[in-house]
């Protein structure tokens, strides 16, 4: 997401523990959906087939979905189409009560052995209204005008128990998936995965899609779109009829910026392509693997178009090991900074020197507004999920480090990070070993005060220039 969109940050104790189940759940590898959305009544069914592993290393009796607090399980059964005794309670989320969902609770007839898959089906319906009152982004909701199906809502099955611990712990892991949408024949399905095929029916379209790569989220957008394409490029924009014409910039832009970040850090392995799909401001921008859910402003208003750069920017990330993940430092810190220097490609130096800034400011505001924030360095922001911090002070340390080691080392830099650290992932040791082997620099000063320690935040609050601070480090 845009790093000044504001982020839930969750620091209540745990209230509520959800005894039946083990501290580990199996992972979802695989969801087929077929969905029924039904704009003018608000509603959807589903019929979602889940493949489930168990990698807990203990038998499995019992699995825990998560849905929103709207969807009803109308029936669970195996793969056999066996029936399976399931329940379901409307609970507050263990670490954040205000949060809702459908828990559910399914009794496998024979436990799922360590290392071992088994299929099961799990139809369920009901209405999305978001969750506004918690996430101010999550708005989320089936409508006429503008309908989103997205994880954050919980509107398809996560597997995890009623935490955002687990719930965490599920966003971490990777599946692949084929949906199929039916809707009025007068909307268009908008999706991160590849449309394979459309089947009109009646007054109905069906949509099939297929995920290009194994991911972590399945986001499907539905209104009257149109949709624009370079298929040499593989570049797909769904955009709303009466922002078209900004849809033209955006897809240009993306162009344009792809360029860029390619010449930078190199090709994107395994390219795929890139879908941008509109939704409706406020709604929360957010990027996947080669698409990205992109707020209406960008498509009016060009000076927003730095959203779409950190969007894209997202593809030139390492992937982050689990331990330091919610720091959001190889995601947020990196695209963030991304962002910048696209900023500085095609708008200056002094477009450049202002976003940064604005990086400055924002952090200082969340300084002065909670001391621990000041006082957390970047290493620790996953014990109180201050990742947020990252869109702004995590963007300031790689300025601070490209200044230091500079440009062709910095490119060097991320470049390796890319090579080594893209599917096995990095830490912040990870980071610096990566660093000071690619710049012959010892960087040991600056990640004991960028990284690891808080003095970092007194150079920012107290506004050195950037001379001044790499001055600090010889």
């Given at each position: 997401?845009?790093?000044?969109?504001?982020?839930?940050?969750?620091?209540?104790?745990?209230?509520?523990?959800?005894?039946?189940?083990?501290?580990?759940?199996?992972?979802?590898?695989?969801?087929?959906?077929?969905?029924?959305?039904?704009?003018?009544?608000?509603?959807?069914?589903?019929?979602?087939?889940?493949?489930?592993?168990?990698?807990?290393?203990?038998?499995?009796?019992?699995?825990?979905?998560?849905?929103?607090?709207?969807?009803?399980?109308?029936?669970?059964?195996?793969?056999?189409?066996?029936?399976?005794?399931?329940?379901?309670?409307?609970?507050?989320?263990?670490?954040?009560?205000?949060?809702?969902?459908?828990?559910?609770?399914?009794?496998?007839?024979?436990?799922?052995?360590?290392?071992?898959?088994?299929?099961?089906?799990?139809?369920?319906?009901?209405?999305?209204?978001?969750?506004?009152?918690?996430?101010?982004?999550?708005?989320?909701?089936?409508?006429?005008?503008?309908?989103?199906?997205?994880?954050?809502?919980?509107?398809?099955?996560?597997?995890?128990?009623?935490?955002?611990?687990?719930?965490?712990?599920?966003?971490?892991?990777?599946?692949?998936?084929?949906?199929?949408?039916?809707?009025?024949?007068?909307?268009?399905?908008?999706?991160?995965?590849l449309l394979t095929a459309t089947t009109r029916?009646?007054?109905?379209?069906?949509?099939?899609?297929?995920?290009?790569?194994?991911?972590?989220?399945?986001?499907?957008?539905?209104?009257?779109?149109?949709?624009?394409?370079?298929?040499?490029?593989?570049?797909?924009?769904?955009?709303?009829?009466?922002?078209?014409?900004?849809?033209?910039?955006?897809?240009?832009?993306?162009?344009?910026?792809?360029?860029?970040?390619?010449?930078?850090?190199?090709?994107?392995?395994?390219?795929?392509?890139?879908?941008?799909?509109?939704?409706?401001?406020?709604?929360?921008?957010?990027?996947?693997?080669?698409?990205?859910?992109?707020?209406?402003?960008?498509?009016?208003?060009?000076?927003?178009?730095?959203?779409?750069?950190?969007?894209?920017?997202?593809?030139?990330?390492?992937?982050?090991?689990?331990?330091?993940?919610?720091?959001?430092?190889?995601?947020?810190?990196?695209?963030?900074?991304?962002?910048?220097?696209?900023?500085?490609?095609?708008?200056?130096?002094?477009?450049?020197?202002?976003?940064?800034?604005?990086?400055?400011?924002?952090?200082?505001?969340?300084?002065k507004y909670e001391r621990r924030n000041y006082?957390?360095?970047?290493?620790?922001?996953?014990?109180?999920?201050?990742?947020?911090?990252?869109?702004?002070?995590?963007?300031?340390?790689?300025?601070?480090?490209?200044?230091?080691?500079?440009?062709?080392?910095?490119?060097?830099?991320?470049?390796?990070?890319?090579?080594?650290?893209?599917?096995?992932?990095?830490?912040?040791?990870?980071?610096?070993?990566?660093?000071?082997?690619?710049?012959?620099?010892?960087?040991?000063?600056?990640?004991?005060?960028?990284?690891?320690?808080?003095?970092?935040?007194?150079?920012?609050?107290?506004?050195?220039?950037?001379?001044?601070?790499?001055?600090?480090?010889?």
């Open positions: 997401m845009k790093r000044t969109l504001a982020l839930l940050c969750i620091a209540t104790p745990m209230l509520f523990v959800a005894a039946a189940y083990a501290e580990d759940v199996p992972k979802v590898t695989h969801y087929s959906l077929k969905l029924r959305v039904l704009p003018k009544e608000r509603r959807l069914s589903v019929a979602a087939l889940m493949t489930l592993t168990n990698n807990t290393g203990q038998p499995q009796k019992e699995i825990p979905l998560l849905l929103y607090r709207l969807l009803e399980v109308q029936s669970v059964t195996d793969e056999n189409g066996q029936p399976l005794k399931f329940s379901q309670n409307v609970l507050g989320l263990s670490d954040e009560r205000n949060l809702q969902a459908n828990v559910v609770s399914i009794r496998l007839g024979t436990p799922l052995l360590p290392n071992k898959s088994l299929r099961v089906n799990v139809t369920y319906a009901g209405s999305i209204f978001g969750y506004p009152e918690v996430m101010a982004y999550v708005r989320d909701t089936i409508s006429e005008a503008f309908s989103l199906i997205r994880p954050d809502a919980f509107s398809y099955p996560m597997l995890a128990l009623p935490s955002f611990k687990s719930v965490s712990a599920a966003y971490d892991s990777s599946f692949t998936y084929d949906l199929e949408t039916t809707v009025p024949a007068d909307y268009t399905v908008a999706c991160g995965g029916r009646d007054n109905t379209v069906t949509f099939v899609h297929r995920s290009k790569i194994p991911t972590w989220r399945i986001d499907i957008a539905i209104a009257k779109f149109k949709t624009l394409a370079d298929e040499e490029r593989k570049l797909f924009v769904y955009v709303l009829p009466e922002d078209e014409p900004g849809a033209m910039k955006l897809l240009n832009e993306m162009k344009n910026v792809i360029a860029f970040y390619s010449r930078m850090f190199g090709p994107v392995k395994n390219y795929q392509g890139y879908t941008a799909i509109e939704i409706r401001d406020g709604w929360g921008s957010q990027a996947s693997d080669y698409y990205f859910l992109q707020t209406s402003a960008a498509f009016k208003d060009s000076e927003r178009i730095g959203e779409m750069y950190h969007e894209v920017g997202h593809s030139w990330n390492a992937r982050a090991k689990p331990g330091v993940k919610r720091c959001r430092y190889f995601d947020e810190a990196f695209a963030s900074y991304f962002e910048s220097l696209a900023i500085r490609e095609f708008k200056g130096d002094a477009a450049f020197l202002a976003d940064m800034e604005k990086s400055r400011d924002l952090f200082a505001q969340w300084a006082d957390t360095p970047i290493a620790d922001y996953w014990k109180e999920e201050r990742g947020r911090l990252s869109y702004t002070k995590g963007a300031w340390s790689l300025y601070v480090l490209h200044q230091l080691v500079g440009e062709e080392n910095f490119r060097g830099i991320v470049r390796e990070l890319l090579r080594d650290f893209s599917e096995s992932g990095a830490d912040f040791e990870d980071f610096r070993k990566t660093a000071e082997r690619v710049s012959g620099k010892n960087l040991s000063k600056f990640f004991a005060e960028w990284i690891y320690g808080a003095e970092s935040s007194r150079v920012l609050v107290d506004k050195l220039t950037i001379e001044e601070i790499v001055r600090r480090y010889p």
